[in-house]
Every structure is written in structure tokens, then in C-alpha cells.
């Protein structure tokens, strides 16, 4: 998996001045913390944050460039939104070591129209995230699942997603992601009744 890249320079000044005069130039003040919590403030170009931003998900792991040699992967972790503008206006970043399995939450995607669907059933959805643990660099920003083929009475589980071996999952696997039942039908006493 190949992994995004975001370019940052180092900030030695600091204050909401500062910070404005940045924003102004077409920056993003920001902080990066390592692996132990300590903060390095940087900032970052606005447009390309932005591309960056919006084709990123919480467990997206991305390249952090340094204009000092440093080079890190980090995840987004929070950013400060202003409403009123339709900026972000800060940014905060985690590095995470890449040696070193992590835990996260996932995002599962269902994608496709079952056939199962067409058929008469009804799709019922299971999990939203999984939890995972492995390195960074096998970390996927989110699990993408195909539900075109599920025909009525079929269901998917979590040990059906075939993830990599380098990819631990959390929790029983037995879980449902997506399912589809016939739909109950209707009797002559509920039709009654209505």
C-alpha cells in the first residue's frame, strides 16, 4: 500500500499572529506529536492538505515530510474547522512508529446492489468498524465489501472479508457484516388491524 505524502515546514514563531499571518499566505498552522507526546509545531500548505484531506479516513496512515530531513508517517487526529470562513484552521497529527502493531477502527464499506435484493429480500447490515492491530504500513484506510453476489438467506462474516494475514482482527469473526433475509410478509390479521 502505498502511502500518501503531506510536505511540512518546521515553525520556530509561534502566537495567534503568527498563525494568522501563516493562514494568510496560504498555510496551516499545525502540531505533530511523536511517540512520546512531544509536540513540533509545523505548518503545512493549505491546497495540498486539503487534496490530502479528502481522500483520507481516520485510519489512513500518511507520510509526514519535514523541510528538516524528518521524515515520519502520522495519522490526522483533529483539526480545527472554522464554519463561518469553510476552513481548517489548524491541524494536530500523532506519528506512529512503524515498527510497532497498533490497534484501530476501521470504516466497512458496503458496495454493489445484492442480487438478493432484486430478488425480494432485504439487506441487513452488520458492523460499521472493525478493530484491527497490525503495523502501520498494512493498515487499510477502510474495508471495502462487495455485496453484489449476496443472494436471500446468504451473510457475510467477518472471517469471509479475507483480509491479509498481516491483519489481525479484534473481536469473534463470527460477527455479521451484511445479510439478506426475505422480507416477513404481511398476514390477513395484520392487514386487518391496519
Known sequence: MELKVLN???RTELGKGFSKRLRKAGRIPGVIYDTHGKATSI?????EFIRLFKSITKSTVVQVKLDNGKDCQAFVKDYQYNMVKDTIE??????????????????????????????????????REL?????PKDLPPRIVVDIAHLGVNQTIQVKDL?????????GDETRMIASIKFDKPTTEAETTEE
Open 8 to 10: 511540512g515546514k518546521n
Open 43 to 47: 505548518d503545512v500548505d493549505y491546497s
Open 90 to 127: 489548524h491541524v494536530d497529527l500523532y506519528e506512529v512508529d512503524a515498527d510497532k502493531p497498533l490497534k484501530m477502527s476501521v470504516k466497512v464499506k458496503l458496495e454493489g446492489a445484492p442480487i438478493g435484493v432484486r430478488d425480494g429480500g432485504v439487506l441487513e447490515t452488520g458492523l
Open 131 to 135: 478493530e484491527l492491530e497490525c503495523l
Open 162 to 170: 479475507g483480509l491479509s494475514q498481516a491483519i489481525k482482527v479484534i
